[in-house]
């Protein structure tokens, strides 16, 4: 069953980087990130906030809740 459908994938690639690669950014396994990335486990806050920054987008996006690519103004 399919959580949701992250764009992970998308900005992965278009970063030209492995599930390896991220997966270490974040701390976890690979294994554990390619669930992420398919949409079979919930990604951690912290997890999304490190990606949303690696990838220089907002949450928002990467959940699919806006089309809009740009970061917000940080508080």
Not at 18 to 25: L, Y
Not at 27 to 55: C, D, K, M, W
């Amino acid at each position: 069953m399919q959580i949701m459908n992250f764009r992970l994938l998308d900005l992965r690639v278009e970063k030209n980087l492995t599930q390896t690669q991220v997966a270490h950014v974040l701390n976890v396994s690979q294994e554990t990130y390619s669930r992420y990335e398919n949409g079979r486990v919930n990604i951690p806050i912290e997890s999304l906030i490190t990606l949303a920054s690696l990838y220089q987008t907002s949450i928002d996006y990467i959940v699919r809740l806006t089309n809009e690519r740009r970061t917000y103004k940080r508080i």
